[in-house]
């Protein structure tokens, strides 16, 4: 009687472990723990006239083996991951100090005179207009460019609005509308800024240009 209660024990522990394996919810360590356990517990337990069988014992020795190398392999490549993220992030510390052109959406008037901006267009684009929003949301400059190939292109802006008269001082945000044949070619907004930091994590290496403004050192698309 000790011994049926030992085995279904022993089944409930299999049929864990089992559950353990396909949902990923334990660590290595723990399925380990949990196999010798079970082990230790069926050796104690077997009928020496009717042995059970070890084949599924087995198999779940190679399954948390495999478990365990995997886990290993994991944190060995987030590690190379930091390391890497870590190297680009010296290799782009000579940004500092540059202005850059890279995605954003704010532009400034310091008097009378606006902030450079810009907008990459993907594909050519037979309309591109640029709407100037004050902070109130109200669009104070249309600028028409035509149409334009594809590729990084300035904005000119003379820092007054449609009327002919100077806006004053302050911060403005601007969006772009760019399409071919009537279907958006999806622009980019593009800004300069002056670097003023690198940082670099697992995510990937960022540009700090001030302004509480980053961007990743991939979305660069001009240095001066």
Excluded: C, E
């Excluded at 002919?164 to 980019?188: E, L, R």
Aim: overall charge negative; hydrophobic content about 40%.
């Amino acid at each position: 009687m000790t011994t049926t209660t030992s085995v279904s024990s022993n089944t409930q522990s299999t049929q864990g472990i089992n559950d353990a394996l396909k949902s990923g919810s334990a660590s290595a360590a723990d399925l380990q723990n949990n196999f010798l356990k079970m082990l230790v517990t069926q050796m104690n337990n077997q009928d020496p006239l009717n042995p059970m069988d070890n084949s599924q014992l087995t198999t779940q020795l190679a399954q948390i083996s495999t478990v365990s190398s995997m886990q290993t392999m994991n944190g060995t490549l987030t590690q190379l991951l930091g390391q890497v993220s870590a190297g680009r992030a010296m290799n782009s510390a000579g940004l500092i100090g540059h202005t850059v052109m890279v995605p954003g959406s704010q532009v400034s008037v310091k008097d009378g005179v606006a902030s450079q901006f810009g907008v990459d267009i993907p594909s050519t684009a037979d309309a591109v207009t640029v709407s100037v929003v004050d902070k109130d949301g109200t669009v104070v400059r249309t600028i028409d460019m035509k149409g334009q190939v594809a590729g990084v292109h300035d904005i000119a802006w003379d820092g007054k609005n449609d009327a002919g008269v100077a806006v004053a001082d302050g911060d403005y945000t601007f969006k772009v509308n760019a399409t071919a044949n009537g279907t958006s070619v999806q622009p980019v907004a593009l800004v300069y800024g002056k670097v003023q930091s690198i940082s670099g994590d697992t995510n990937g290496v960022l540009v700090d240009i001030g302004n509480g403004q980053s961007a990743g050192v991939d979305d660069v698309r001009r240095i001066l």
